[in-house]
């Protein structure tokens, strides 16, 4: 057993800036986290191989086909921390989390209980959080979406930015993507995992809630959810077939975790694979025994499914419309539809990637044509 103090990081501070107090807790390499009655409890790890009883097989993969990131963020620090370190709540955004933030102007409009509160934006101007002030014992509270999360490029320089604050989590939530079905390949062997209770915590009480939310064929996308939301739930679901793509493997593996009854350690920043697979223990003989992953390689996959289930809009609501359109105007039916037809704007399916519209070009033609090339 070896004694990690998770706070033990000493970079050259300001002179005013206080030192922040250590605070330790037992660890296992690698380590496996449950958050319960404010305390960090260890798991230690399954051997590696194949488990029995789970009816899967988790360790034949290619890891090129997972990904593994933070998407959800929200911090919580006093004030004072950040105005002792020169910021606002206009400035907080891009130095805790990097560049490609901005933040409206504050506004007297309640949120989480605070009074104040803004909204963060991305390059794009779309909308990826928001912070929260003047209120609950004054502190701030800056939150990101998934989408913003995405944009983070490194969780490290954000651990310890947040080491500076003082900062907690208040709530974290730690996506696994399996893109090709490789190891969570069935999503009804999942389900049935859920209801044998084998994601109950051995000497930690009853079994956690479990619930089935099937598609019944539409191929919509199931989802089995595991656990309370506002403490802590784990939710695996057909992420290709939600986000469009009715052919898609696709499935995530999502831990939420909310500081509700325990302390959310602020190393789930920078070892989000081992807190996920520590959640439960089923987890730890499910999932790759490691995984960095690429989460460009996410929103990739997110615009892909999109552009699917987009062409397939058209085509079913406005593909016989649009073929009249076009052979009653013949050789004039492009300069129509530039003209009379299409608007600018960006749809709401491809907002909050992080992409610009050239970057989102490129993806949609790797798609849809992968033999048009640019420029044209």
Request: contains cysteine; charged residues 25%.
């Amino acid at each position: 057993m070896i004694r990690t103090a998770l706070r033990d990081f000493t970079p050259a501070q300001p002179a005013f800036m206080p030192r922040v107090a250590p605070y330790v807790v037992d660890a296992v390499e690698p380590c496996a986290f449950h958050t319960q009655r404010r305390e960090f409890v260890t798991a230690q790890p399954s051997p590696k191989g194949p488990v029995s009883n789970t009816g899967l097989n988790p360790h034949r993969y290619n890891v090129a086909g997972f990904s593994v990131g933070i998407d959800y963020c929200t911090l919580v620090f006093h004030q004072d921390m950040a105005s002792q370190l020169g910021q606002t709540t206009r400035t907080i955004c891009g130095w805790l989390f990097g560049q490609g933030f901005s933040v409206t102007p504050l506004k007297a409009k309640t949120w989480q209980f605070y009074r104040s509160s803004a909204y963060i934006r991305d390059e794009n101007g779309d909308t990826v959080g928001r912070i929260g002030c003047d209120g609950n014992g004054d502190t701030w509270c800056v939150s990101l979406t998934g989408a913003g999360c995405k944009q983070v490029r490194d969780w490290g320089y954000v651990y310890h930015q947040a080491l500076y604050l003082n900062a907690h989590l208040s709530r974290v939530d730690i996506a696994f993507d399996d893109f090709d079905g490789q190891v969570l390949d069935d999503i009804h062997r999942i389900d049935r995992l859920a209801r044998d209770g084998l994601f109950a915590t051995e000497g930690r009480g009853r079994p956690p809630r479990t619930h089935f939310m099937d598609d019944h064929g539409s191929n919509k996308g199931c989802t089995v959810y595991v656990g309370s939301k506002g403490r802590k739930e784990l939710c695996i679901y057909e992420k290709g077939k939600k986000e469009g793509d009715p052919e898609s493997r696709w499935i995530r593996c999502e831990l939420r975790l909310w500081r509700c009854n325990g302390e959310i350690p602020l190393d789930a920043l920078i070892r989000a694979h081992e807190f996920l697979k520590g959640a439960y223990d089923v987890l730890t003989d499910l999932l790759p025994v490691d995984c960095e992953g690429s989460r460009p390689e996410t929103i990739k996959r997110e615009v892909s499914a999109s552009a699917v289930a987009a062409v397939r809009f058209l085509r079913e609501q406005c593909g016989p419309l649009l073929q009249t359109l076009w052979s009653a105007l013949g050789g004039d039916a492009e300069w129509f539809f530039r003209d009379q037809v299409f608007r600018a704007g960006r749809p709401s399916r491809f907002k909050g990637k992080g992409l610009n519209e050239e970057q989102l070009h490129e993806a949609l033609r790797d798609e849809l044509a992968p033999d048009i090339k640019a420029p044209f």
